[in-house]
């Protein structure tokens, strides 16, 4: 019913920069009601949430990539972005999207996960 599409994921050198994106498609009729947000996990790691936007805007992140990493989102398109400059080898993960709905039953929804690789 729901789908989550994650792209821009790709290999990137240190210092550089990549956008990542997440439509959602099906039955959500109204990205209003969701909170929109991104995690990652890398081999042998625990996951752990990255950016969090609310539907109006207010932002979080982890202390880990504050200052470097910007989330955004347009509710009309249904789509979470995750700017990520000043990228490190750390960041190097399986980033996934998700959307956790606010209101009634909180169910939560996943993406498929796209590849973020940092090396040089």
């Known amino acids: 019913q729901v789908q989550l599409v994650e792209s821009g994921g790709g290999l990137v050198q240190p210092g550089g920069s990549l956008r990542l994106s997440c439509e959602a498609s099906g039955s959500i009729d109204n990205a209003m009601a969701f909170d929109m947000n991104w995690y990652r996990q890398a081999p042998g790691k625990q996951r752990e949430k990255v950016a969090g936007?609310?539907?109006?805007?207010?932002?979080n992140y982890a202390d880990t990539v504050k200052g470097r990493f910007a989330v955004s989102r347009d509710n009309a398109k249904k789509t979470v972005y995750l700017q990520m400059s000043r990228l490190t080898s750390e960041d190097t993960a399986v980033y996934y999207c998700?959307?956790?709905?606010?209101?009634?039953?909180?169910?939560?929804?996943w993406g498929q996960g796209t590849q973020v690789t940092v090396s040089s």
């Open positions: 936007i609310t539907p109006g805007g207010y932002t």
């Open positions: 998700n959307i956790r709905k606010l209101t009634g039953y909180r169910v939560d929804y």
